[in-house]
């Protein structure tokens, strides 16, 4: 299973009809964002992808995986 740290690199992408192994956390994210790629060999072309750390500047506010990390 995906971690929310492996998840919110960007780096890596799950299939729309796999939301179930999406990191509890990330159903409540403002930086969920669910993409197609134009080169796909499979039926369903969207995947989910965390654009957290898209950006260069920093976001206004943290992902729920940092915040609960925080609170800690």
Request: negative net charge; contains cysteine; glycine residues 2%.
């Amino acid at each position: 299973m995906l971690t929310p740290e492996e998840f919110r690199t960007g780096q890596h992408s799950i299939p729309l009809n796999l939301a179930e192994e999406l990191p509890e956390c990330c159903s409540r994210c403002r930086f969920l964002i669910f993409e197609e790629f134009t080169v796909c060999f499979i039926d369903a072309p969207f995947y989910y992808q965390c654009a957290y750390s898209w950006t260069e500047k920093a976001p206004d506010s943290l992902p729920p995986c940092l915040a609960e990390d925080s609170e800690a």
